[in-house]
């Protein structure tokens, strides 16, 4: 079993829709959450982070951590074309140079 | 404020010849540093990081090496390519210390060996 699992997609929806990204994991010992955002042929960029439990809200974009379940989601309300890349979710323990593991990926296209 | 920088950008090498990808980063002293590889629709494969100068650890037996000759610039290395090491590799820098922020990608670096 991975350390954490991503559905690899892809993901498909009509422009404007309620986008749900999720990861669950096995180690609990991670206590930061991250997600990236990957365009096609670029380097992912840190789109929201979160330490330890609850949500974190930055305009469309929402994360929720479920440490209890060991499950982590991103939100995206409004979703536009340029939202399609694909999306990353990383997490890691105790910090300060610990390795992030990262899920696979999942690919969100979203269509006008 | 902290910038990365990899190139090159793209890179066609044949087969058994040697590889060197450069990763710098300013506006930060001490970071950790790390290579990344992936692959077509697969995730991110830790190749290498390091804490500090001389300081890498490797995650993966395989045909790469990395080195680390200033405080933020990291080399990863192969001196003979094989069709395997094609793919899309990433140099990203983090913030040493007892809070984990995240790491910053570099723009990557596409490689195909023919």
């Known amino acids: 079993q991975k350390e954490v699992e991503q559905d690899p997609g892809p993901l498909s929806v009509p422009e404007g829709a309620i986008v749900s990204l999720n990861c669950t994991y096995s180690n609990s010992a991670f206590q930061y959450f991250m997600w990236y955002r990957q365009y096609s042929r670029k380097g992912p960029e840190l789109l929201m982070y979160t330490y330890s439990s609850g949500n974190k809200e930055d305009g469309r974009f929402t994360a929720q951590v479920d440490k209890s379940s060991k499950y982590i989601s991103l939100f995206i309300r409004d979703s536009q074309p340029s939202d399609s890349a694909t999306y990353l979710c990383?997490?890691?323990?105790?910090?300060?140079?610990?390795?992030?593991?990262f899920g696979t990926g999942t690919q969100l296209k979203v269509e006008l | 404020s902290q910038t990365i920088h990899q190139w090159p950008a793209t890179l066609v090498q044949p087969v058994g010849s040697p590889l060197s990808l450069e990763c710098t980063v300013e506006g930060t002293s001490n970071p950790n540093l790390y290579w990344y590889r992936q692959a077509a629709g697969r995730g991110l494969q830790l190749l290498f990081y390091?804490?500090?100068?001389?300081?890498i650890s490797s995650e993966v037996p395989q045909n790469l090496s990395a080195s680390r000759p200033q405080d933020r610039q990291f080399i990863l290395s192969s001196k003979k390519l094989l069709l395997s090491d094609s793919g899309f590799y990433l140099c990203?820098?983090?913030?040493?210390?007892?809070?984990?922020?995240?790491?910053?990608f570099g723009s990557g670096t596409r490689l195909t060996v023919v």
């Open positions: 390091s804490i500090g100068i001389d300081q």
């Open positions: 990203a820098w983090s913030v040493g210390g007892v809070v984990d922020y995240g790491y910053t």
């Open positions: 990383a997490m890691s323990g105790t910090g300060g140079g610990n390795k992030l593991t």
